[in-house]
RNA sequence: GCGCCCCUAGCUCAAUCUGGCAGAGCAACGGACUCUUAAUCCGCAGGUUGGGGGUUCAACUCCCCCGGGGCGCACCA
């Protein structure tokens, strides 16, 4: 069979040589025969000289053909960019001081059909970027990085969590029910059980059954699927991570995610101060700390709580330039009011902690106020990077909740909970107190990488389909 | 879903404001060149200006519809 080899022996990544060959003068020769393997990305040919810059995936080396010493020299002078080449020769560096591979043999590993061409500019539209990824990933070193970076960041996130005794667990995608979050879910069906499936919009509800279960610590990192619109902030899947921990609450949990969030940084970019979209963001522990309530006053300048009357938080919400809906109660509307005055003010890193019990149906009740419920959202760079809570483990309460939430759907919030009789049935099994954890796993990669929009740290960030 | 902006050669961009022959660099193709670095030089080719309709003697340019994209708003992580 002809076409090109099925395997390269590749003894050398293009990024190694340079260390390896530092002492090498310019004009010297190693004596040293390596193989290297990549894409062409610049070709110089001169008469009976070529020069081409092969790039892999630790970086790049100058190849230097010469027509005497060149097996078919004159096919690697006709190299076009992007073609993928291995090539064997000796180490050297040329006259002008450029480390190469002296080629002897070369072999075309895959031509190019197609080349993005521009030496200098690359691919910038958004469009192809997004679309033909393979090219972006080909001319922008940057993407590439912040695809490693992504992979990186990942593997750190297990290692911590592993050292620290959680398990990583696999559940469902396909949900009966769609619960675990206030969403819209995305429906499928299956054809020999006739139903309808949900893709799932958060794992929460199956892990919180391994607890039960006796997993005492256990940790998902997957995709979830939201039916709602993009922005540089959403993507309709995108990656969670949700752990779980038996005999802790959301304290607990503050500290976790201080710990985790700022060692990433730290490893990742070595420094636990980082700087993302020019501004200072220092993750250094601790973060401050404050309720919902207090940080409603602190914006708006006078006290607000779920204890304030509905009627002054229903002024100050339709103030704030929300019309609020009648069936709204004291809780939705200082969600509505944080949500509106207070936090596009905020930066971070910072807890805000003690959320309604109106608008947590997942949550347990706060041991000091029965209207509200132990939970925090961790607002980093301006947005929601976690969300946490003590889990509420009384069946009787999760069902007078789901009940609540399904009179909401009914009336039209097609985000609401559905009543789920699976979960309820292991919750009188008996869940222990147990605190959990949402991280959006791709907002971190963004911050960690500096990054604005959550489709650079997606590879293939959903599109509409071209036609 | 609503508002604003963008779409010109394979890639990166001019020409659009003020309607008057659609251009350049890179890539590709042919040629020259024994140390290049976005090599250089000579030559050649490359377009239904996202699609359709309208106004006009004349439309890349002005108007309308459609498609795709970006940002903002809304919702969320």
């Given at each position: 069979m002809g076409g090109p080899p099925y395997r390269f022996d590749r003894t050398?990544?293009?990024?190694?040589?340079p260390a390896r060959f530092e002492s090498l003068e310019a004009g010297?020769?190693?004596?040293e025969v390596v193989s290297v393997a990549g894409r062409v990305m610049l070709v110089r040919p001169q008469g009976r000289l070529a020069f081409a810059t092969l790039k892999d995936s630790s970086g790049s080396i100058q190849l230097f053909a010469l027509a005497?010493?060149?097996?078919d020299f004159e096919g690697f002078a006709k190299l076009r960019l992007g073609d993928w080449v291995g090539a064997t020769g000796q180490v050297v560096r040329t006259r002008r001081g450029e480390l190469s591979v002296q080629v002897a043999e070369w072999t075309l590993l895959a031509g190019a059909r197609r080349s993005f061409g521009?030496?200098?500019?690359?691919?910038?539209?958004v469009e192809t970027r997004f679309r033909q990824r393979e090219v972006d990933l080909w001319a922008n070193d940057r993407s590439r990085e912040v695809m490693t970076a992504r992979s990186d960041m990942l593997r750190m996130l297990r290692e911590d969590l592993w050292e620290r005794g959680f398990v990583e667990v696999e559940t469902p995608v396909l949900h009966p029910i769609p619960g675990g979050a206030l969403a819209r879910p995305f429906v499928t069906h299956h054809q020999a059980l006739d139903c309808d499936l949900y893709l799932r919009i958060a794992p929460e509800l199956y892990l919180k059954r391994l607890v039960v279960g006796g997993m005492e610590k256990v940790f998902e990192i997957g995709r979830v699927f939201r039916n709602e619109g993009l922005s540089p902030r959403h993507n309709p899947e995108f990656t969670m991570l949700e752990l779980y921990q038996a005999y802790a609450d959301y304290t607990d949990l503050t500290m976790l995610v201080e710990d985790l969030v700022s060692g990433l940084a730290r490893r990742l970019t070595?420094?636990?101060?980082l700087s993302y979209q020019g501004s200072c963001l220092d993750l250094t522990p601790p973060w401050r700390r404050a309720t919902m309530a207090e940080l409603v006053e602190e914006a708006t300048g006078s006290p607000a709580s779920v204890h304030t009357s509905v009627d002054e938080l229903r002024r100050r919400v339709a103030s704030a330039g929300v019309e609020p809906d009648?069936?709204?109660g004291a809780g939705k509307l200082l969600l509505e009011l944080y949500e509106k005055t207070t936090e596009p003010g905020l930066f971070g890193p910072v807890f805000v902690l003690d959320f309604p019990a109106e608008v947590s149906p997942l949550a347990r009740r706060h041991r000091a106020d029965?209207?509200?419920?132990e939970r925090f959202e961790v607002v980093v760079a301006g947005r929601e990077l976690a969300n946490a809570f003590s889990?509420?483990?009384d069946p009787d309460d999760q069902r007078a909740r789901f009940v609540a939430q399904a009179r909401a759907r009914d009336a039209g919030d097609s985000e609401a909970m559905s009543v789920d009789e699976e979960y309820l049935r292991a919750l009188e099994y008996g869940l222990p107190p147990t605190a959990g954890l949402g991280i959006g796993v791709d907002r971190l990669a963004m911050l960690l990488t500096d990054t604005a929009n959550i489709r650079e740290v997606i590879a293939f960030p959903t599109l509409r389909p071209e036609r």
């Open positions: 050398d990544e293009a990024g190694s040589l010297g020769e190693s004596g005497g010493l060149t097996a521009d030496k200098w500019k690359g691919v910038t539209d070595g420094s636990s101060a009648p069936a709204w029965p209207d509200l419920v889990e509420l483990v």
